[in-house]
């Protein structure tokens, strides 16, 4: 099963990044949390990678409606948008929210996860379609 909604940009990494938080942000989501993987993994293994960084994305009110049907959805809320590098091109992915209905089979998340689904997508067409 697919459980990602994926984008291939050709730009630039540091780019890349922002318009992510652009456009997520233009459809309701904040960025709580940030994770540079490329930098934790070089400070805690000494391991090299191409540049990669976690998003935390929230929208207050869809987490909300969620957790309001399941207390444990947080474990499966689309919150992590990751970009990475990849070759000469970012890639920018998302967790799919249909994810939360499959594994649960809670049909009362449904309508959740087709707004948010409708958001994110959203946001990544608008990064497609933007030219550099």
């Known amino acids: 099963m697919p459980y990602d ?3 291939h940009l050709d ?5 890349a990044v922002e318009r992510v938080r652009e456009a997520l942000s233009a459809q309701g989501f904040g960025i709580l949390t940030e994770i540079d993987v490329t930098v934790t993994l070089k400070a805690k293994l000494d391991q090299d990678m191409e540049e990669y960084v976690i998003l935390g994305a929230c929208n207050p009110s869809l987490a909300h409606r969620a957790l309001d049907v399941d207390r444990s959805i947080g474990l499966l ?3 992590n948008v ?3 590098a990849e070759g000469g091109r970012t890639v920018v992915q998302a967790l799919d929210p249909d994810t939360m ?3 649960t089979g809670l049909d009362a998340l449904r309508p959740i996860a ?3 689904t409708r958001r994110l997508d959203a946001a990544l067409a608008s990064l497609a379609t ?3």
Request: net charge neutral; aromatic share 4%; charged share 25%.
């Open 5 to 7: 909604r994926t984008v």
């Open 11 to 15: 730009t630039d990494f540091a780019t």
């Open 77 to 79: 809320l689309p919150c």
């Open 82 to 84: 990751v970009v990475r």
């Open 101 to 103: 209905v499959a594994l």
């Open 114 to 116: 087709d707004e948010a």
């Open 130 to 132: 933007r030219t550099a």
